[in-house]
Every structure is written in C-alpha cells, then in structure tokens.
C-alpha cells in the first residue's frame, strides 16, 4: 500500500511515477525471455523441394518428442510418408500436420527444451483473441510458421546461439563428407597401382 501511495502521489509530480501504461495506444516491448505460445521455425532458403516457402524450410522432422512430453496434451502431429533432405542434406520425414490448441496450451516452454532440432520455439505474441471457440484456437503448421528472421527479432541473443550451433554442426557434417570423398578418392586411385597385372608370376 505504501508503495502504491508513493506511486500515486508523486504521479502529480514525476513523470517517471506514472507507471500505468495506456493500452493498446500504448505498449511495452516483451522482455526477450517473454514467452506465450510455441511457434514453428523454418529457414527461409528453401532446403529441399517446391511448395511454399514455410513448408519447404521448415526445421521439424515430425519425430513427435514434443507431443509425448507436452503435459497438457495440445500438440497432435502426422509424420509424412515420404521424406525432404534438411540442412545437413540428410534425408528427414516432415510433419505432414501439425496442430497446437492453444486453449490449451500452458506456455510451459517443454516442448521447446525437448526439441533436438531447434525446430519449435515461443513466442512472444498475445493479442490471440478470437470468436471462433474451436477452430480459432486449433492452430495448424501454416498458421505456426515462422521464418528464422522473426525468431532473432524476438528472441536476438537465443537465436544467435542457435545459428551458430546449427552452422557447427552443417560445417562438422561437411567436413565428415568430404573426408569420406577423399578417402574414396584415395583408395580408387591406389587401386590400379596395387592391382596385379594378368598373368604376371606366371
């Protein structure tokens, strides 16, 4: 109570004791480790196939961690029948749906934690009110999607370190590619050296 006296009184004479923010004319930026609810995360450089630019880019593999360990149960996925190469180049199914009931969702942040390809992340979006009850809330895999560029824009230094982890890793896997390439390479050049001519020792 004193505090809040303090506050009211000293608003007729500091500018800076007027706490109350006139919403929605007026807004607060979210804290960068604010979080609402999950979003999907694709790269905007298309990694393998046509269709649109989200569904082409997007990170998930449908492995379905974040479904098993979600608590309250809101996240349904259908893995693909077919598969997409990802950043590495190496063959990942993909989530043919993807659904989040946001009437649901507790903001937990699990199903980001669990996420071994740093494909789902929060958000920091709120004004999500709707009429629609049912529909309004079930948000699918389009609706989900965000580029990569939007998650440094809300989350700058998290994003940054999952950038140059990804790129550790595509450069470790580069590396490992090459190296087999080379050994190959290696070994079918000494092969016609080594091999023994016909009927020599005869």
């Not at 109350?20 to 007026?26: K, S």
């Not at 961690?65 to 149960?73: D, R």
């Not at 903001?107 to 494909?119: D, G, K, L, R």
């Not at 230094?157 to 050994?183: M, N, Q, R, S």
């Amino acid at each position: 109570m004193a505090e809040t006296a303090k506050n009211f009184v000293g608003s007729f004479f500091s500018a800076e004791r007027l706490t109350t923010v006139e919403y929605p004319e007026e807004r607060i930026a979210p804290v960068e480790a604010a979080r609402v609810f999950p979003f999907l995360v694709y790269d905007v450089e298309n990694r393998d196939g046509g269709g649109p630019e989200w569904e082409a880019g997007l990170r998930c593999v449908a492995c379905q961690i974040c479904e098993k360990e979600c608590p309250p149960k809101c996240i349904f996925i259908e893995k693909s029948k077919d598969k997409k190469l990802d950043y590495l180049g190496k063959a990942q199914y993909y989530p043919a749906r993807f659904d989040i009931d946001i009437s649901v969702c507790m903001s937990c942040q699990i199903c980001v934690e669990v996420c071994p390809f740093e494909a789902i992340k929060m958000d920091t979006e709120f004004e999500l009110s709707t009429a629609d009850r049912f529909g309004g809330l079930l948000l699918n895999r389009e609706q989900l999607a965000r580029p990569n560029e939007y998650y440094h824009e809300i989350h700058a230094t998290e994003a940054a370190g999952v950038d140059a982890h990804l790129a550790a890793e595509k450069a470790k896997a580069d590396a490992k590619a090459k190296a087999a390439i080379d050994a190959a390479a290696a070994k079918a050049a000494a092969a016609p050296a080594s091999a023994k001519p016909a009927g020599a020792g005869d």
